[in-house]
């Protein structure tokens, strides 16, 4: 069993060994994820289109976020959790988002939460950081921002786009962040934003300069047939496996080889004879 990953374990390696940070939903993802020595599970808000079918994030709630946080969290994963703070558990007012931020930890088990945004941000962040809850930053395209951004588009491809992106980061670090999700932003940029900062970036979609890489489970994996954005690879296609896998237990029923002689309980000699013959008795 390896050392549980602590917040100053990641904050050490800014200058390697990369981080890996993967989502996982359920006990049995997490277990997997840990089992391949991940250093941080998210409890992503992508919950609410790997798994419950909506279709973008802004539908999940903190009772949700709770649910499958503390699912992760019963299966003991040695990998830091860090959950997700929902569209709206922290826009409202820094009290609101402490005691959204103290659900997550309290009752999910997070070790530490994640949110969207930057210097608007600040007062949030700072609130939940006084409150000894590790806060991880969120930066580029926010899924949560998708109606603001017109869409899942790369972010910061302009001068003033990538300045202002520059000038969240050195906000949020300055606040007193951990670690810093860049997502969906060019890797030139992404590279100045790690360059500067003296927290480590864990990128998705940010190119190879980041101190880390995150994917989400179901991508990663090739969970669901469907296109993927062209940062995601794909190290397993499960959902082919298991599609193929469902249709031979479909055939081996319909056919009769399965359940097979070793796959069935059976009743000891005597006492089967003894219920065949008080049957027939009682037929006679
Ligand atoms: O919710 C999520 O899965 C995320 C990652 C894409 C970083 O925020």
Known sequence: MRDKVTIPAIQARKHGPKITMVTAY???????????????????????????????????????MIHHSAAVTRARPAALVVTDMPWLSYHVSPEESVRNAGRLVREGGAGAVKLEGGRKRIATVKAILDAEIPVMGHLGLTPQSIHTMGGYRVQ?????????????????ADAGIFALVLEGIPD????????????????????????????????????????MPKFVRQYAHLADSATQALQQYGADVQSGAFPDDSESYHLDKNVLELLLDTQKQGLD
């Open 26 to 64: 359920d006990a049995p993802g997490a277990k997997i994820v840990d089992e391949a020595l991940i250093d941080i599970i998210l409890v992503g808000d992508s919950v609410a289109t790997t798994v419950l079918g909506f279709e973008d994030t802004l539908s999940v709630t903190v009772d949700m």
């Open 156 to 172: 910061g491809k302009t001068v003033v786009a990538a300045r202002d992106l520059l000038a969240d980061a050195h906000a949020l």
């Open 188 to 227: 030139t940029l992404a590279q100045l934003v790690t360059r500067e900062l003296s927290i480590p970036t864990i990128g998705i979609g940010a190119g190879i300069h980041c101190d880390g890489q995150v994917l989400v489970f179901h991508d990663v994996l090739g969970m669901q047939n469907q296109k």
